[in-house]
């Protein structure tokens, strides 16, 4: 079973940067996307960015210019460095795996809380 687990998260100021870290227990290189979700209390799940295995990389227009996905392939570790971090930033973020191109996301961490403070 192909686990997620997501770290990095917590309480930083208005204008700060955190990177998340989201650790795979086996190889990154057999996904061919890979993904950062957020929620916020009583919101849906939304996108925030994603990373093909052949190195493209989408945003949504929330964080363009602010954030950045990246893989490490050698040490299994998905990241999203975060800066310029605003209020409306604040949920739990999540990684996620997908094995087929576009069919969806097969695997998902438990996620990890940014708390951005005004």
């Known amino acids: 079973q192909v686990q997620l687990v997501e770290s990095g998260g917590g309480l930083v100021q208005a204008g700060g940067s955190l990177r998340l870290s989201c650790a795979a227990s086996?190889?990154?290189?057999?996904?061919?996307?890979m993904a950062w979700y957020r929620q916020a209390p009583g919101k849906q799940r939304d996108l925030v960015a994603t990373t093909t295995r052949g190195g493209s990389t989408n945003y949504a227009d929330s964080v363009k210019g602010r954030f950045t996905i990246s893989r490490d392939i050698a040490e299994n570790t998905l990241y999203l460095q975060m800066n310029s971090l605003k209020p409306e930033d604040t949920a739990v973020y999540y990684c996620?795996?997908?094995?087929?191109?576009?069919?969806?996301?097969?695997?998902w961490g438990q996620g990890t809380q940014v708390t951005v403070s005004s």
């Open positions: 996620a795996a997908e094995q087929r191109y576009l069919r969806g996301y097969d695997y």
């Open positions: 086996g190889s990154i290189s057999r996904f061919i996307r």
